[in-house]
């Protein structure tokens, strides 16, 4: 196999492998869809630790009986009027999938939470910002030192790829 048709192939398995749309359960865990206890546990600050893609979706969890997720526009967000959602989950499990890039914006359907911080923006990166559209360094990715596309005396290059993809080559004796 030539080096040129080595490389086409890694790119390929990469892109399948970092392409794949994850959940994001919010906050983190069951529990977290409350009004919060503190202005530093907003869900915001849950939100701006995540790079969330297009395909990604949003889980919620939370007690139908007292709570709901309401998708609303930006100006309903700041003004956390519930009257005309854009989207209402009331059955204690919301998913929300992220079809595009730009901001979303959810507020609690209990009266009064929403003026007390049970509130979230997400923010979905574009497409060309997306780490799954290429190769870059982010969670989950390692180095793994391979041939250069065309060596010449024996240099080397660095490969960027998910650790599984790189021990599924390896083993395969596709990279050596």
Not at 29 to 45: C, E, F, K, M, Q
Not at 75 to 80: G, H, I, K, V
Not at 116 to 121: D, N, R, Y
């Amino acid at each position: 196999m030539s080096s040129s048709s080595l490389v086409c192939l890694t790119l390929l398995l990469v892109s399948f492998t970092i392409s794949e749309a994850r959940d994001y359960l919010v906050g983190g865990d069951d529990r977290a869809w409350r009004v919060p206890p503190t202005t530093n546990d907003s869900l915001n600050r849950w939100a701006e630790k995540n790079r969330f893609q297009v395909g990604d979706s949003l889980v919620w969890k939370y007690d139908a009986a007292k709570d709901s997720v309401l998708q609303v526009t930006r100006e309903a967000y700041l003004s956390c009027n519930r009257s005309s959602p854009v989207a209402e989950h009331r059955d204690g499990t919301a998913v929300v999938e992220l079809h595009r890039s730009g901001a979303y914006y959810f507020i609690s359907g209990a009266e009064g939470a929403c003026e007390q911080g049970e509130k979230l923006i997400v923010v979905v990166m574009s497409e060309r910002h997306s780490l799954r559209g290429g190769l870059a360094l982010g969670p989950g990715l390692t180095e793994f030192e391979g041939p250069a596309v065309a060596p010449t005396s024996g240099a080397s290059t660095t490969v960027v790829l998910k650790s599984g993809v790189a021990a599924a080559l390896l083993v395969l004796g596709i990279i050596l």
